[in-house]
Protein backbone atom coordinates (compact mmCIF):
# COMPACT_ATOMS: atom_id res chain seq x y z
CA UNK A 1 0.00 0.00 0.00
CA UNK A 2 1.62 3.20 -1.23
CA UNK A 3 1.52 5.76 1.37
CA UNK A 4 2.32 10.01 1.45
CA UNK A 5 2.64 11.80 4.37
CA UNK A 6 3.24 15.68 3.94
CA UNK A 7 4.98 17.70 6.96
CA UNK A 8 6.14 21.09 6.98
CA UNK A 9 3.65 23.76 6.52
CA UNK A 10 2.68 26.26 8.83
CA UNK A 11 2.66 30.24 8.83
CA UNK A 12 5.34 32.70 7.36
CA UNK A 13 5.62 36.26 6.97
CA UNK A 14 5.47 37.44 3.10
CA UNK A 15 9.33 37.08 2.28
CA UNK A 16 9.84 34.33 4.47
CA UNK A 17 11.11 30.51 3.42
CA UNK A 18 9.47 27.04 4.38
CA UNK A 19 10.15 23.57 3.08
CA UNK A 20 8.15 21.12 2.88
CA UNK A 21 8.71 17.29 2.85
CA UNK A 22 6.42 14.30 1.82
CA UNK A 23 7.53 10.73 2.68
CA UNK A 24 6.89 7.95 1.04
CA UNK A 25 6.17 3.97 2.16
CA UNK A 26 5.25 1.42 -0.11
CA UNK A 27 7.26 2.00 -3.06
CA UNK A 28 10.52 3.70 -4.07
CA UNK A 29 10.89 7.61 -4.76
CA UNK A 30 13.25 6.49 -7.61
CA UNK A 31 10.96 4.54 -9.89
CA UNK A 32 8.32 7.57 -9.56
CA UNK A 33 7.16 10.75 -10.43
CA UNK A 34 6.81 12.90 -7.88
CA UNK A 35 4.68 16.56 -8.15
CA UNK A 36 3.58 19.07 -5.84
CA UNK A 37 0.09 20.48 -5.98
CA UNK A 38 -1.93 23.51 -4.28
CA UNK A 39 -5.33 24.15 -3.25
CA UNK A 40 -6.31 27.81 -2.21
CA UNK A 41 -9.80 27.90 -1.32
CA UNK A 42 -12.18 28.40 -3.78
CA UNK A 43 -10.18 27.65 -6.11
CA UNK A 44 -8.71 24.39 -7.96
CA UNK A 45 -6.08 22.25 -7.43
CA UNK A 46 -3.06 23.54 -9.29
CA UNK A 47 0.51 21.97 -10.06
CA UNK A 48 3.71 23.35 -8.52
CA UNK A 49 6.40 21.21 -9.33
CA UNK A 50 7.53 17.93 -10.75
CA UNK A 51 10.61 15.90 -11.07
CA UNK A 52 11.37 13.06 -12.70
CA UNK A 53 14.24 10.70 -13.05
CA UNK A 54 13.82 10.85 -17.13
CA UNK A 55 12.35 14.76 -17.21
CA UNK A 56 14.07 16.54 -14.55
CA UNK A 57 12.53 19.47 -12.89
CA UNK A 58 9.51 21.27 -13.93
CA UNK A 59 7.83 24.25 -12.41
CA UNK A 60 4.77 26.68 -12.50
CA UNK A 61 5.48 30.07 -13.72
CA UNK A 62 3.82 31.37 -10.70
CA UNK A 63 6.48 29.73 -8.72
CA UNK A 64 9.21 29.49 -10.98
CA UNK A 65 12.46 30.84 -9.64
CA UNK A 66 11.34 30.98 -5.99
CA UNK A 67 10.65 26.91 -5.47
CA UNK A 68 12.74 24.02 -5.83
CA UNK A 69 11.51 20.68 -5.35
CA UNK A 70 14.12 17.91 -4.71
CA UNK A 71 14.22 14.10 -3.59
CA UNK A 72 15.93 11.92 -1.11
CA UNK A 73 15.97 8.46 -2.53
CA UNK A 74 18.02 6.88 0.29
CA UNK A 75 15.32 8.47 2.48
CA UNK A 76 12.34 8.24 0.00
CA UNK A 77 11.23 11.72 0.90
CA UNK A 78 10.51 14.46 -1.62
CA UNK A 79 11.06 18.21 -0.93
CA UNK A 80 10.19 21.25 -1.64
CA UNK A 81 11.86 24.30 -0.49
CA UNK A 82 9.97 27.69 -0.80
CA UNK A 83 11.76 31.20 -0.49
CA UNK A 84 10.62 34.26 -1.40
CA UNK A 85 6.55 33.43 0.24
CA UNK A 86 3.71 35.48 -0.93
CA UNK A 87 0.08 36.07 0.29
CA UNK A 88 -0.75 34.45 -3.08
CA UNK A 89 1.06 30.88 -1.95
CA UNK A 90 -1.48 30.36 0.83
CA UNK A 91 -3.05 26.99 0.20
CA UNK A 92 -2.97 23.73 1.25
CA UNK A 93 -0.26 21.75 -0.56
CA UNK A 94 -0.08 18.13 -1.44
CA UNK A 95 2.20 16.03 -2.76
CA UNK A 96 1.36 13.12 -5.64
CA UNK A 97 3.07 9.92 -7.17
CA UNK A 98 2.35 7.60 -9.95
CA UNK A 99 4.60 5.37 -12.13
CA UNK A 100 3.82 7.52 -15.20
CA UNK A 101 4.73 10.87 -15.56
CA UNK A 102 1.81 13.12 -15.56
CA UNK A 103 3.54 16.49 -15.19
CA UNK A 104 1.45 19.12 -13.77
CA UNK A 105 -1.92 17.52 -14.62
CA UNK A 106 -4.38 15.60 -12.32
CA UNK A 107 -3.41 12.05 -13.47
CA UNK A 108 -1.52 10.98 -10.59
CA UNK A 109 -2.66 7.71 -8.62
CA UNK A 110 -1.40 8.23 -5.17
CA UNK A 111 -1.86 12.13 -2.67
CA UNK A 112 -0.63 12.79 0.61
CA UNK A 113 -3.41 14.23 2.66
CA UNK A 114 -2.06 17.92 2.85
CA UNK A 115 -0.03 20.11 4.55
CA UNK A 116 -1.38 24.00 5.31
CA UNK A 117 0.85 26.87 4.37
CA UNK A 118 -0.62 30.73 5.08
CA UNK A 119 1.40 33.65 4.02
CA UNK A 120 0.48 36.82 5.71
CA UNK A 121 1.59 40.34 4.26
Known amino acids: QVQLVESGGGSVQSGGSLRLSCAGF????????MAWFRQAPGKEREGVAV???????FYSDSVKGRFTISKDTAKNTLYLQMNNLKPEDTAMYYC???????????????WGQGTQVTVSS
Open 26 to 33: GYTYSTYC
Open 96 to 110: AADRQYYGLGYGYHY
Open 51 to 57: IDSDVGT
